[in-house]
């Protein structure tokens, strides 16, 4: 898996690659970052990048030339060490689709892509409708970049690779992985003592029985969804997702909120 990541800091991800968990898959190349300096691109003796926007208004708007250069040395490196067919150009933009898990396992399972952090107002748009394969969002707010999101989708597909955690079965646990929110998780010591506070762990999970531990887990999974996320408990629903047992007992947190009141 390869992602070529064309961008203006490019300072910004060699330290996220050396450190936490990913770090061997990075440094093996299981995972394969390339980081493409964008300003190595620009021709001109200030290696401008960008310009005022036709029409007026703030900002700056980031160049075709740089970009185009900047891709087809991508390209043309891929060609040279057998990569088949171009990649997929990822541009992060607040307009794009929000990135979620059901994205990232697809990207997951993908040869890889490249990945395009825009800067300042944004990107001259016909390099957007030449090239641009799909545009991601982090969610519904504005950043100085595209490269915390870069780094975001990099970390969420890398851990998903054979072998980088510890645990295989981790990420099937996540948040997401089965469309709920993850189960709240506790460690040593079994009392927690606190401002005066005893904070012991629950016992279930103290009780050796696995399916009794299973069961806990899944409707504490499924009340934090339904207090937190409602609308990730209908769309489970909607994909089938949620069995006899959930149900029932999601219509018990529903009947206990409707005592409350």
């Known amino acids: 898996m390869r992602f070529d990541v064309i961008t203006l800091f490019p300072e910004l991800f060699e330290p996220f690659l050396k450190v936490g968990v990913t ?46 250069r900047a891709l087809a040395a991508v390209h043309a490196q891929r060609s040279a060490e057998g990569q088949g ?64 999101p870069a780094l975001a989708l990099l970390d969420a597909v890398t851990r998903l690779q054979e072998g980088v955690l510890n645990d295989a079965a981790s990420h099937q646990q996540d948040s997401f992985s089965d469309g709920l929110l993850d189960c709240p998780h506790y460690s040593r010591p079994e009392l927690l003592e606190l401002d005066g506070q005893a904070l012991p762990v ?31 408990i209908a769309a489970a629903r909607a994909k089938g997702l949620l069995s006899r047992a959930d149900e029932k ?8 909120k409707s005592e409350l009141q």
Do not use: K
Not at 38 to 58: K, Q
Not at 109 to 132: K, M, P, T
Not at 215 to 229: C, D, H, P, V
């Open 202 to 232: 629950p016992g279930v999970l103290l009780s050796g029985h696995h399916a009794d531990i299973a069961r806990w887990r899944r409707e504490q999974s499924l009340a934090l969804t339904w207090r937190r996320r409602p609308d990730l």
């Open 249 to 256: 007992h999601l219509a018990a947190l529903v009947g206990a």
């Open 23 to 68: 770090r061997r898959a990075y440094e093996s190349r299981q995972v394969d970052v390339r980081l493409w300096p964008l300003r190595e691109h620009a021709l001109d003796n200030y290696r401008r990048v960008d310009d005022r926007p036709y029409g007026g208004g703030p900002g700056m708007v980031m160049l075709v030339q740089p970009l185009e």
């Open 85 to 148: 067919a171009p990649a997929p150009l990822i541009h992060f933009s607040p307009t794009g689709r929000r990135l979620d898990q059901a994205l990232v396992q697809e990207l997951a399972q993908s040869e890889g892509a490249v990945l395009l952090c825009g800067r300042y107002e944004g990107v001259d748009q016909r390099f957007l409708d030449r090239h641009v394969t799909m545009e991601v969002s982090l969610g519904d707010f504005v950043l100085s970049g595209g490269e915390l």
